[in-house]
Nanobody
Framework: QVQLVESGGGLVQAGGSLRLSCAASGRTSSRYAMGWFRQAPGLEREFVAAINWSGGSTYYADSVKGRFTISRDNVKNTVYLQINSLKPEDTAVYYC????????????????WGQGTQVTVSS
C-alpha cells in the first residue's frame, strides 16, 4: 500500500507561482512512477505530468509544457509540481498518483491516489 498526501495549493493571482508537494509513504513508494493530475469543476480528471521512479525521466501534457515542472526527492519520499505563470484555467483540484510507468496518462493506469489540493487562480 502507498499513501499519498498533497499540499501546497491555495489562492494565487494570475502570473504567480505555486509549488505543490506530494508526500508518499509505504514500503516501496520510491519505486513507483508518480503523476500529477487535475480536475476542474464539471470536467474529467486530466493528466498533467509524470516522473519515473529515479527522477531521470519526465512526461508532460502539451498544455503545461514550459510552465510546469515535476521533480522528486526519494530521500524525502516527496514529489513536487512547480507551477509558474499561473492562468485562471489552471484552477482545479490537483491530485498526485502512484503507478507503474511514467508515460502513463490515463487515470486507470495509476494504482494509488491522494486526496487532492485545491489551486485557485484569480484573474
Amino acid at each position: 500500500q502507498v499513501q499519498l498526501v498533497e499540499s501546497g495549493g491555495g489562492l494565487v493571482q494570475a502570473g504567480g507561482s505555486l509549488r505543490l508537494s506530494c508526500a508518499a509513504s509505504g514500503r516501496t513508494s520510491s519505486r513507483y512512477a508518480m503523476g500529477w493530475f487535475r480536475q476542474a469543476p464539471g470536467l474529467e480528471r486530466e493528466f498533467v505530468a509524470a516522473i519515473n521512479w529515479s527522477g531521470g525521466s519526465t512526461y508532460y501534457a502539451d498544455s503545461v509544457k514550459g510552465r510546469f515542472t515535476i521533480s522528486r526527492d526519494n530521500v524525502k519520499n516527496t514529489v513536487y509540481l512547480q507551477i509558474n505563470s499561473l492562468k485562471p484555467e489552471d484552477t482545479a483540484v490537483y491530485y498526485c498518483a502512484a503507478g507503474g510507468y511514467y508515460r502513463n496518462y490515463r487515470t486507470s493506469e495509476y494504482d494509488y491516489w491522494g486526496q487532492g489540493t485545491q489551486v485557485t487562480v484569480s484573474s
